[in-house]
């Protein structure tokens, strides 16, 4: 079991996972000297925002798109070799500089596990993404294409727990903030008047002191016409 436990930690190391040693994993179970978890508090700011320009839309500014969307999370490149398929799901609020591009914001939540199931080993990925860019849209009525841009934050966490008799427990919990790219290409359908739906793939590149962590979401939901 250690040497399994041995080979999955030199796995993640070379995938560009960080990781801490146990005497650097301090009393609150982080990696490093102290740590709140930004996530949660970027994305109720991120919350935040959304309802403010909603409530600016309602005193007589243009249009505004809401948009609730889940799907599929798929890691590519490095990221692929350990960490498996997983979910997620994203809320964009967009507004219309003219009738064909919009000014888009974007939050959402991604999770991802390991790859392989061991015994005594846990070991996730999370990811909260902050974002502003752009979105052409090729038509402005029915069956819509369109591609899009955006760039911005990504809150990170990394678990991992080994533990096993040899070794004895083996526990990270580390943060990381980076900045990242955002392309995407989709459609979107009207349904009814002032509800659309929309489908979307949409590649998230991040960077970060390790290695460039990539992957691709596939992603279906509605749009709200406000």
Known sequence: MAI?????????????????????????????????????????????????????????????????KGGTVIPLGYFENSVDVG???????????????????????????????LPDYDFSFKTVPVLAGLRYNFSDFDFITYIGLEGGVY??????????????????????????????IGFKMNIAPGFDVDVNAKYNRVRSKYVSRAYLMIQSGFVIKL
Not at 90 to 103: D, G, R
Not at 104 to 114: A, E, L, P, R
């Open 4 to 68: 399994v436990n041995l080979n999955s930690k030199i796995k993640l190391l070379n995938s560009g996972f960080p990781l801490c040693s146990e005497s650097v994993f301090n009393k609150t179970g982080f990696c490093g000297n102290s740590f709140k978890f930004f996530p949660v508090k970027m994305r109720n700011k991120a919350l935040f925002l959304f309802f403010l320009l909603i409530l600016l839309n309602r005193d007589g500014f243009s249009q505004f798109d809401v948009k609730f």
């Open 87 to 117: 979910f997620g799901g994203t809320l964009n609020l967009s507004t219309y500089l003219t009738p064909l591009l919009e000014v888009s914001f974007t939050t959402g939540y991604y999770y991802c596990g390991f790859k392989e199931d």
């Open 155 to 184: 809150f990170s966490e990394f678990f991992l727990e080994l533990d096993d008799a040899a070794t004895g427990k083996f526990r990270a919990l580390t943060p990381e903030t980076n900045i990242g790219i955002s392309p995407e």
